[in-house]
């Protein structure tokens, strides 16, 4: 039974380009949760998905991120034209139903470096 | 503005000792806390949780206490071993509360515990 998976594990781009990451819940769950950890930095909320639904997206950036959840295939987290200030770790975790008070398991991360 | 804050960046503690880890948190409206830890290059693995109307909850070596009125959380590793070398994150949720997420989590900045041999 895998775990959260999250892909690349590495990413690099040019300023300007546009970042895909992947998240790819446990199996069985339909809910993600999105975080980002600047350096020395706690993780930070973004947004919360259910399958074809946005949640809650408070912690969202208003521009250039966006978030989704199709009824088949991983969540996508996109930014576009991509700025210094994105690099950082982002995480996600997945959960069977509302919340995270069960303490779910994270991916990984995709650690995004901007140049 | 921080809701929940980890004021120790780094810890050192002897093998076999015990780790005490500290937390504090801001917000009247959470009521459910948990504790990360955290390898580099890998993502946070859930530890332990205390619900609010608990003061204490306790897990093997983990036990982690609650202070509800100096809004106060505590996670006790006894005895410390080199494997708990990492870095530990209090979490914070709470119904209602969605500065953070409504059902997404509120972390401090993490204490480095260091196990020294």
């Known amino acids: 039974n895998a775990g959260v998976m999250q892909n690349p594990r590495h990413l690099v781009r040019r300023r300007g380009q546009e970042a895909r990451l992947r998240c790819s819940p446990m199996?069985?769950?339909?809910?993600v949760y999105w975080y980002r950890q600047l350096p020395e930095e706690g993780l930070k909320f973004m947004v919360y998905?259910?399958?074809?639904?946005?949640?809650?997206e408070s912690g969202m950036p208003k521009e250039r991120f966006s978030a989704e959840f199709p009824k088949e295939g991983p969540s996508i987290l996109r930014i576009q034209q991509v700025v210094r200030g994105d690099s950082a770790a982002y995480f996600c975790?997945?959960?069977?139903?509302?919340?995270?008070?069960?303490?779910?398991?994270f991916g990984s991360g995709t650690r995004l470096t901007v140049v | 503005d921080q809701q929940v804050k980890q004021n120790s960046p780094s810890l050192s503690v002897q093998e076999g000792r015990i780790s005490i880890l500290n937390c504090d948190y801001t917000?009247?409206?959470?009521?459910?806390f948990l504790w990360y830890k955290k390898y580099p290059a890998e993502g946070p693995t859930f530890l332990i949780s205390?619900?609010?109307?608990?003061d204490k909850n306790e897990d093997g070596r983990f036990t982690v206490f609650l202070n509800k009125s100096a809004k106060h959380l505590s996670l006790h590793i006894v005895p410390s071993q080199p494997g708990d070398s990492a870095v530990y994150f209090c979490?914070?949720?709470?119904?209602?509360?969605?500065?953070?997420?409504?059902?997404?989590?509120?972390f401090g900045k993490g204490t480095h515990l260091i196990i020294q041999p």
């Open positions: 917000n009247s409206m959470f009521d459910y």
């Open positions: 205390i619900s609010s109307i608990k």
């Open positions: 975790a997945s959960s069977p139903g509302q919340g995270q008070r069960a303490g779910n398991t």
């Open positions: 998905l259910q399958k074809e639904n946005i949640i809650d």
């Open positions: 979490a914070a949720s709470g119904r209602g509360y969605s500065g953070g997420g409504a059902d997404g989590l509120t």
């Open positions: 199996k069985g769950h339909s809910h």
